[in-house]
């Protein structure tokens, strides 16, 4: 079997590995982007009076700044919070937000933002039971936004949200 390889893996394509490499040049600046987007985002929506819990590492208000900060060098761009209405909230965005996306993927140059809805989680993903369901549900409530943010003017992210938060 001389001259023979066989390949039991996945392999990326040589044009993608470079698209993966030229990206690796801008990646600091854009993750400083993101975290200084997601910062003011956080803040706002710490602040909106229909915003029951944001959880950002980056607010002193989150339960482990102190630990986030000895750890992290950059606060990301994920951003969680919990509206008094969330079914509604999603609804709305769906039909409303124009620099948002209302999608279920992460980690883009565009801002996305999901509902992920507590009982779906809990029957697909999490399976708490007793004590511990109770925990989440204090924290998560009917369900919380997953907001990646991108790098957007954070002015427009926060008239976008303003718009559909009222």
Known sequence: ????????????????????????ATLPIRMQAHQ??????????????RV????????PSHP???????QMQNFSGMISFVTD?????????MK????IHYAVSLGHHRSLIYLMETG???????????????????VAGDGLFRFSVGL???????ADLEHVLG
Request: aromatic share 10%; glycine share 6%.
């Open 64 to 70: 482990q700044h102190e630990m986030a900060k000895h």
């Open 152 to 158: 957007e003017d954070a002015d427009d992210l926060i």
């Open 96 to 99: 409303a937000l124009q620099v």
């Open 52 to 59: 029951i819990r944001v959880l950002y590492p980056g607010l």
């Open 120 to 138: 779906d989680l809990i029957d697909s993903s999490y399976r708490l039971e007793g004590q511990e369901l109770a925990k989440f549900k204090a």
């Open 85 to 93: 209405q969330p079914h509604q909230d999603a609804a709305r965005m």
């Open 1 to 24: 079997m001389r001259g023979i390889f066989i390949w039991d893996g996945g392999a990326i394509s040589p044009f993608n590995a470079w698209l993966i490499m030229r990206g690796m």
């Open 36 to 49: 200084e987007n997601a910062f003011k985002l956080a803040a706002f929506l710490e602040n909106h009076p």
